[in-house]
């Protein structure tokens, strides 16, 4: 640490290589923390959570139960030990409640007065956060399996949605109105993606076994279909031609800076692709045990050397580096089946929710004192001065 600190001070290092250097240890400590819980509100699984980019201080999640839930993640008590309060509830007895399970739930990424949810009772609900109403109720045809706002646009105000219909809908917030349709997929579209990188680029993930990339500015059809096998059609049966996996896709997501995509499917294989053109990087990641028929919600670490992945796998969240696919450590502590988890970059801790109705904190271990900190301590009891810099010149009185 002192090395990283003194070679920033004196311009030798890249000053975001110190805070790259300790957030990739903070991940690599990760435990689920006794001191820090998270109130139980559902009385069913929790399918889906997001923490607002704003402040990084409140967390949204939603449950199998229809019932969606703020929580406030600062602690102000000042004691290591606390709990992360639900500041509001959209419960059983509210009038506006969804009437059956929340699918995806996600902040408006510039504010914090609004947030989106999607649900099985085939409604996309844009919410006010301060009345605690929807604003706006968009209506399907068929279940509302995944939405996404995306996180940079500054041109369009277009929310993607994914339902039972191999449609992909896009609404637009400002008019209030389904304005377009994106056509390609043969069976249901279980997980939507905007890119971060690029405001009109959008990923969809389907139970055909196709992932799509989509340039929604043009008319016609996507820019390209994922292929496991590069176009190797040697390699392929007639039936996989163009599938990212031999199974449902039900797990989609884009790295920080969206040069990757990630994709997760029921045929327990996690991949990864480079977002430009389509290509499998044909990174191993092993067995990746995925029995969700409906969208899996993993994440991606921000701000460490190497990047990390956080996926869902049966009771525990499996931590793998991005780009080796070597498995880091299993984060156990659920007793049923983990649907979603979220990464908070500001503090490097991770949130995940699953069928035992519980929320967990995983946090960094506190690093603990360096040798050369502590005999620079004795040292500094020892004499306040360092003597190089004593005044060593005689007196007149000499």
């Not at 640490?1 to 000053?15: I, K, V």
């Not at 999607?118 to 995944?146: C, I, R």
């Not at 035992?356 to 004192?369: G, K, M, S, T, Y």
């Amino acid at each position: 640490m002192l090395a990283f600190l003194t070679a920033r001070q004196t311009g030798l290092d890249d000053p975001l290589r110190l805070r790259r250097a300790e957030s990739t240890r903070r991940v690599l400590s990760l435990k689920l923390n006794p001191d820090r819980d998270v109130d139980r509100v559902h009385g069913n699984g929790v399918n889906t959570i997001d923490i607002e980019a704003v402040e990084g201080r409140y967390m949204l999640s939603g449950g199998a139960d229809g019932v969606i839930v703020i929580y406030d993640l600062e602690n102000y008590s000042g004691k290591p030990q606390y709990t992360c309060k639900a500041v509001c509830t959209v419960g059983r007895s509210s009038r506006y409640v969804h009437k059956f399970s929340v699918e995806t739930v996600q902040w408006y990424p510039y504010d914090t007065g609004m947030f989106v949810t999607s649900s099985f009772d085939k409604t996309m609900k844009v919410w006010d956060t301060e009345m605690l109403k929807p604003a706006e109720v968009f209506e399907f045809e068929g279940n509302v399996y995944s939405h996404h706002l995306s996180p940079i646009a500054r041109k369009h105000s277009l929310i993607a949605v994914g339902t039972k219909n191999p449609k992909i809908q896009l609404c637009d917030l400002k008019s209030g109105s389904r304005i377009h349709v994106l056509q390609g997929h043969r069976a249901e579209v279980l997980s939507v993606q905007w890119s971060p990188r690029y405001e009109h680029i959008l990923a969809t993930a389907s139970a055909d076994s196709k992932v799509k990339v989509w340039d929604v500015r043009r008319a016609s059809g996507s820019l390209f279909t994922l292929d496991q096998h590069n176009g190797d059609k040697s390699k392929a049966s007639s039936e996989a031609v163009h599938t990212a996996h031999n199974g449902r896709v039900n797990g989609l997501c884009f790295t920080g800076d969206g040069l990757y995509l990630l994709t997760t499917g029921t045929d327990d294989r996690m991949r990864l692709w480079n977002s430009a053109n389509g290509e499998n990087t044909l990174v191993n990641y092993g067995k990746v045990c995925n029995e969700s028929r409906k969208r899996q919600q993993l994440t991606v670490s921000r701000g460490c050397s190497p990047e990390f992945v956080f996926v869902p796998c049966g009771s525990s969240v499996a931590v793998y580096a991005l780009h080796t696919g070597e498995l880091v450590t299993m984060l156990r502590g659920h007793y049923n089946n983990v649907d979603c988890c979220a990464f908070h970059p500001d503090y490097q801790e991770l949130y995940s929710g699953g069928k035992d109705c519980n929320i967990l904190a995983w946090v960094p271990v506190l690093r603990p004192v360096d040798v050369e900190e502590e005999s620079n301590k004795g040292a500094a009891g020892q004499s306040s001065v360092n003597p190089a810099f004593q005044d060593t010149w005689s007196s007149d009185e000499d």
